[in-house]
RNA sequence: GCGGGAGUAGCUCAGCUGGUAGAGCAUUUGCUUCCCAAGCAAAGGGUCGCGGGUUCGAGUCCCGUCUCCCGCUCCA
């Protein structure tokens, strides 16, 4: 375990985990949970989960504006690993695999590690891990390690979910939701490399859910039960994988700050030590946030090496070796894994973008989005209710819907309406006045600047494309550090 | 599971020593040729988490229960 997650987000602990004391002043405070939570409520971004019977502890559901940043935040992922490189190849694999799978990956065994509790001070151990514990303490004999007290029971706590295939709940039939998605790639590498033509390196990529009981679920969504990742396999040579690996940290941490536009002052990239590594890797590295409780995993890159292909080759039986015909040689290719979770880079997005500046002595809160994740790009504003008006404004609605997400409201006063925009993060509004029927004219009306210009209708969309191609130079040069943190 | 905090309107909260619910914001409607949470006028919305008990009477006291949030072997 790192010094970053033992403790508390104490300001004395942030200090320790900054690498670089002198981003410390910009890197404390940022947006509290409540209030994002408040806000995700409130304008539709994160519920929490079967609300009206009282919640459901650690599961949410998506709103409209929530729904819209996941599916652009999984866009943006989708472009940069698949669409715009020809060397990975999607997949969708079920959420319920054969048994037998987790039985070869480890997780049937890593998964469900017996703990003992104690009955004075309740404290849980793992029961393989006891001696450990003790010796640490100095402690001798068979009692708890931090207070001597009498152990109980040893009891499985498995973090895969577990059900039942088919009608009958019998043992024999027990499955499980999958806890990661890797182990479709895995177990489709044949079925990849014989229907594609494929030669290493390539990758294999998949979105969708996984599902673990966690023991302490929490913070927001960040741990939360079920959830979404966005997983790619590497599949390479051996030998190559040390080089694969120092690609795969630079690209995808590349990807928060040039494409998220998340602030790289919050981002890094840590090195697991000796002790954090899984059985399974040679080398891992995470992509961490700095949250409000302190540093937090958004996605981890492993070289995995051969385990996972050399575990289902030899449990299943079946050859997963790949022939190199350059060479004349067959081997089991490494693998570089990258693990992203897409609820917790919706986490990032919103916390990150969000912000608050004075403007007449009111305060203005605004999600400084970049565009292309921004729930709606534009905003289309009649400054009245009148007929004419919306006329109008509805048919450029409906022209500009094929191009951008856009958003109508007629309701309540302009400024509120500004406002409102200004708090889900939809870059440019378009009002219509007036003057907008005699001069064919809209005004475009800037989030983060607030500036307004007067375009032709003729040549909207030209004007609509600079603006968005501005605001995200904007976003960027701040996750770049190039403007002013806030 | 343990410790700490909290459950009252969509959100944030008020409600003192018990007398059948309030504010701000939000939402909706109307009027105003209306560009930065604008003005005026209205409206909708709560069995005060749930169940018991004490009491003439309970958000308010007691018991139970559920849920949420914050801390302790998580690695998306």
């Not at 004391?21 to 539709?44: Q, T, W």
């Not at 040579?237 to 795969?248: A, K």
Request: proline residues 5%.
């Amino acid at each position: 375990m790192s010094e970053f997650e033992s403790g508390a987000a104490t300001p004395a602990s942030l200090e320790n985990a900054s690498p670089d004391g002198g981003k410390k002043a910009e890197l404390d405070g940022g947006v509290s949970f409540d209030l994002l939570i408040s806000l995700c409520k409130r304008r539709g971004f994160v519920f929490p989960g079967s609300e009206i019977y009282g919640g459901i502890n650690a599961l949410y559901d998506f709103g409209p504006l929530g729904v819209r940043l996941r599916r652009n935040i999984r866009q943006s992922w989708w472009n940069r690993m698949v669409e715009r490189r020809g060397d990975i190849e999607p997949i969708e694999t079920a959420i319920i695999m054969n048994r037998e799978v987790w039985v070869a990956s480890g997780h049937v065994g890593s998964f469900s590690d017996p703990l003992v509790e104690c009955a004075a001070c309740h404290r849980r151990w793992r029961e393989d891990h006891l001696e450990d514990e003790r010796r640490a303490r100095g402690k001798t004999g068979a009692g708890c390690p931090e207070c001597d007290g009498t152990l109980g029971e040893s009891r499985k706590f498995n973090l895969m979910f577990r059900t039942f295939l088919g009608p009958v709940q019998d043992d024999l039939n027990e499955v499980f939701l999958r806890p990661e998605t890797a182990q479709g790639q895995f177990v489709n590498f044949a079925n990849i490399l014989n229907s594609t033509r494929h030669s290493l390196p390539f990758g294999i990529a998949q979105t969708g859910k996984s599902f673990r009981n966690e023991i302490s679920p929490g913070n927001f969504i960040f741990r939360s039960r079920e959830f979404e990742q966005m997983e790619m396999e590497w599949f390479c040579e051996p030998g190559s994988d040390r080089e694969w690996f120092e690609y795969w940290c630079d690209d995808r941490f590349a990807w928060y700050v040039d494409e998220l536009g998340v602030r790289s002052a919050r981002l890094r990239l840590r090195p697991h030590t000796r002790e954090e590594l899984s059985h399974y890797s040679a080398g891992t590295s995470d992509v961490e946030y700095l949250f409000p409780f302190g540093w937090g995993e958004l996605e981890g890159i492993a070289d995995r090496t051969d385990f996972d292909l050399g575990a289902h080759q030899q449990h299943s039986g079946k050859d997963l070796t790949y022939f190199d015909p350059a060479t004349n040689r067959r081997f089991l290719p490494y693998v570089i894994e990258t693990a992203v979770g897409v609820d917790r880079t919706l986490l990032v997005t919103l916390m990150d973008a969000y912000d608050e500046e004075e403007v007449r002595g009111e305060k203005r809160v605004l999600l400084r989005f970049h565009p292309a994740i921004a729930p709606f790009q534009l905003a289309i504003l009649p400054l009245s209710k009148k007929p004419e008006l919306t006329g109008l404004s509805l048919s450029l609605v409906e022209r500009l819907r094929s191009r951008w997400s856009v958003d109508f409201d007629q309701t309540q006063s302009i400024g509120r309406r500004y406002r409102r925009q200004d708090e889900i993060g939809t870059p440019l509004a378009i009002t219509v006045d007036f003057e907008s029927l005699q001069d064919h004219a809209v005004t475009i009306r800037n989030r983060d600047t607030m500036a307004q210009v007067r375009v032709s209708i003729d040549r909207l969309e030209v004007a609509i494309g600079e603006q968005l191609a501005e605001a995200a130079q904007r976003v960027l040069a701040r996750a770049r550090g190039e403007l002013p943190v806030n």
